[in-house]
């Protein structure tokens, strides 16, 4: 497509260019300030590229491009989506040409799954299944070089693209997608941090189409039992928690209880020497001769611990384990006293000076009763205005809210 602006976008994104920070919101943000100094572009290519990068992905197959922020009516139920609405036909045949003709994959993954999601909204012309399959192997692409910076916002796309290939029949293509889901946890897994490991276990295990080979199989649950032993070495108890439940998951599908009880279990152990170690560092608070408590803390107090017990009784039940109910809960008992000692007022003294009040005051307190009543409606009613330009301004000056969130 031959415009001054869709040859900025390619020139700044060619094939080699790696690095996203935030996915397509990188490209959105080059786009808005293109558009500035853009006079000889016209506004409906600008609208469609602008709207191209705008659209969140929402992770969902029936809306899964969507606009950051989800508005609803009175009764609670979502408004049409304003940037659907936007949609024309002619924006869609021109995502499809620049799906065509862009070579960096990121970019191609969403200008062609733009046409594959939106294609109803262009009555009378029949979108190709090459649409869906250049989407799909634009993602594997992606992926497998690493063009963002973080894999936590590649593996959602991956998913969405794992599930559109199953439904589609796309043999080659879901291979694909689960070769990429276990290479790129290979490669940017880190025990201490957590999403970043664990990923191709929840994406490809006990999912409807995928069917991984015994390698395969193999690779991911062994990587996740080395990793137990490592968490356990960092002391890691809800890393721990994680790991292990997934083992115990594969365990159950499997037919192995006694396997499955055995990982709970080490949890279980886990837990409770860290609980004691805690304990054992854990001074508790002192009272003055002036009567003040003075709190001097430890590696965890009472209530972390109590809260610690009650999530590994709740682990134990999920894996059907009752038969140390009441050594939990014997436990939980024992620290209940300890909270006590961390139960103290808290004050805080905030002095306005009385000029400043009555200040405010001082206009309320004017006129008959019916006059002072409208002030109050009208000074603590909300502005529509006021309050769409400060979403402007929160979206233009905090990146994560257009990069992908959705609200209901």
């Known amino acids: 497509m031959n415009n001054s ?69 009175e009764d609670g139920n979502p408004i049409e989506d304003e940037l659907v609405s936007q949609i024309t036909p002619e924006m869609i045949d021109y995502w499809e040409v620049r799906g065509d003709e862009c070579e960096n994959p990121l970019l191609k993954a969403r200008y062609l799954g733009l046409v594959w999601h939106f294609k109803k909204l262009r009555p009378g012309k029949k979108t190709d299944i090459k649409i869906a399959q250049g989407f799909l192997d634009a993602l594997i692409e992606a992926a497998n070089g690493d063009y963002c910076l973080e894999a936590l916002t590649v593996y959602p796309n991956l998913g969405h693209g794992l599930s559109l290939a199953i439904s589609l029949k796309q043999t080659e293509r879901v291979n694909g997608l689960i070769t990429a889901v276990i290479d790129l946890e290979k490669r940017h897994a880190e025990d201490d941090k957590a999403g970043t490991w664990g990923q191709a276990f929840d994406l490809l295990f006990d999912k409807r189409g995928v069917v991984l080979t015994t390698e395969q199989e193999q690779s991911v649950i062994s990587d996740l039992e080395s990793r137990l032993d490592r968490l356990e070495a960092l002391k890691d108890t809800r890393g721990f928690e994680s790991c292990a439940k997934r083992i115990a998951k594969y365990h159950l599908k499997n037919n192995r209880p006694d396997d499955c009880r055995n990982v709970i279990l080490k949890v279980g152990d886990f837990v409770r020497k860290q609980l004691e170690v805690d304990r054992k560092a854990y001074v508790e608070c002192t009272v003055g001769e002036d009567g003040v408590k003075t709190l001097h803390l430890g590696k965890g107090s009472a209530f972390e611990h109590i809260h610690t017990l009650k999530d590994l009784l709740k682990l134990f039940h999920e894996f059907n384990i009752r038969d140390f109910d009441d050594e939990i809960l014997i436990q939980i008992r024992e620290r209940e006293p300890e909270t006590l000692k961390f139960m103290m007022p808290i004050s805080s003294e905030v002095k306005i000076p009385q000029e400043k009040i009555d200040k405010v005051i001082a206009p309320f307190l004017t006129g008959t009763t019916e006059e002072i009543i409208f002030k109050l409606i009208w000074y603590f009613t909300p502005n529509r205005d006021e309050a769409e330009e400060q979403m402007k301004k929160s979206a233009k000056e905090f990146v994560f809210t257009p990069a992908g969130f959705y609200t209901k």
């Not at 786009?31 to 969902?60: G, P, R, Y």
């Open 5 to 73: 602006l869709s040859i900025k976008i390619d020139q700044q994104y060619t094939k080699d260019t790696k690095g996203f920070a935030f996915g397509e919101y990188d490209v959105h943000k080059f786009i808005v300030e293109a558009c500035q100094n853009d006079t000889e572009t016209s506004d409906e290519i600008k609208s469609a590229e602008w709207l191209a990068f705008t659209f969140a992905e929402n992770h969902n197959q029936e809306n899964y491009y969507c606009c950051a922020l989800q508005k609803v009516d």
